[in-house]
């Protein structure tokens, strides 16, 4: 998957008063596909998911050092194909492009395959050419016919400790126990419930009880940041919702709970406030927005996130949070 490192930013330009700007969104560095590893279950050793993760990297480099969204599109699926084809298109409308190949180290001994063995989670660490993410990267393939198409590639939080990860609970054959979206028995709740509910609480919506259930993260605590140091420069209008036409998958934990891998899809318009000073809004390193905005700036974008549902208990719980990967894929502005 394309990926760049955005980080989220404030700034001033000299000769006008300027609507802050945001950098662009936290994503990692990169990712993305090339032909197609053998389906059979799933690579089920070390030295299986090593192999298999050499020719997802081999492939990946391929299709973006082309920039090609058939490549693409050959080993990604579901959100993850839909944020990078468009990271595709916003890097062309940029121009300025520094092509550099990444890898994966360190990926988990035994991958979790789940009966049926039509999907199955594992954790790398992204490596560039002089720097190794400190955090794993969550990598969940599903089968497509005789492929693997990568359809998750969450980044860990960076102040996520990682022995604090949830573990994969696995039955007495090694395999990994798929909770359906639906399902809610024994869980805080279902993972079609989590991701209604954060999808509102990701806008500043929902009920004060829906909101407690919550763990403080970082994309959620960052939203809440921004609409405070924007308000003074433009009236926000945003949404979210569970992004339906992307596939969500479920596994349950060693504790009794699930780990859920969803995608929201969220929308902002940011109308400027007009006055005495000139005011301004720009998206930094975004093809689809690549100047600055005066009257209005609106876009959309998808939200991969990777959250630990806690088992239901008398006590109370909380959702956590853990990863995302994110790309904004329309914008449009005046």
């Known amino acids: 998957m394309p990926r760049l490192l955005w980080l ?31 389906a059979s279950a799933g690579p089920g050793t070390p030295e299986g998911i090593t192999s298999f993760l050499a020719d997802y990297v081999k492939r990946n480099n391929a299709a973006n050092q082309a920039m090609s969204a058939e490549l693409l599109a050959g080993y990604e699926g579901g959100s993850s194909l839909a944020i990078d084809k468009a990271a595709y298109v916003s890097e062309r409308k940029l121009g300025d492009r520094d092509y550099q190949p990444f890898g994966y180290t360190q990926p ?40 693997w198409l990568q359809m998750y590639a969450p980044d860990v939080f ?26 809610g028995a024994g869980l805080l709740m279902s993972p079609a419930a989590f991701a209604k509910s954060y999808a509102a609480h990701l806008v500043g919506k929902g009920t004060t009880a829906s909101k407690s259930r919550f763990a403080a993260d970082r994309l959620t605590t960052g939203a809440a940041s921004t609409r405070i140091k924007m308000d003074p420069y433009a009236e926000l209008t945003e949404s979210a919702r569970p ?22 899809e969220r929308t902002r318009r940011y109308d400027v406030r007009q006055g005495p000073q000139r005011n301004y809004v ?4 975004s093809g689809f927005l690549p100047g600055k905005y005066y009257t209005f700036m609106k876009f959309t974008e998808l ?32």
Request: glycine share 12%; net charge negative.
């Open 8 to 38: 989220v930013g404030f700034w001033a330009m000299a000769g006008c008063s300027v609507l802050p700007g945001f950098g662009p969104k936290e994503q990692a560095p990169a990712a993305s596909p090339t032909s197609t590893p053998a």
């Open 108 to 147: 988990t001994p035994t991958v979790s395959a789940v009966k049926g063995g039509n999907w199955f989670v594992t954790t790398a660490y992204w490596k560039g050419k002089s720097e190794t993410a400190k955090v794993p990267t969550y990598l969940l393939f599903a089968r497509d016919g005789e492929s």
């Open 158 to 183: 960076s102040d996520q400790a990682v022995d604090e990860l949830p573990e994969i609970a696995t039955d007495a054959s090694g395999a990994a126990v798929e909770v359906a979206q639906a399902d």
């Open 243 to 264: 992004a339906g036409a992307h596939p969500s998958y479920a596994v349950r934990t060693a504790d009794g709970g699930a780990l859920a891998f969803t995608t929201v």
């Open 282 to 285: 720009q998206q930094k390193n």
């Open 303 to 334: 939200i991969q996130v990777a959250a630990h549902i806690p088992p239901k208990t008398a006590g109370p719980g909380q959702v956590q949070v853990i990863g995302s990967y994110s790309g904004i894929t329309s914008g449009s502005g005046r």
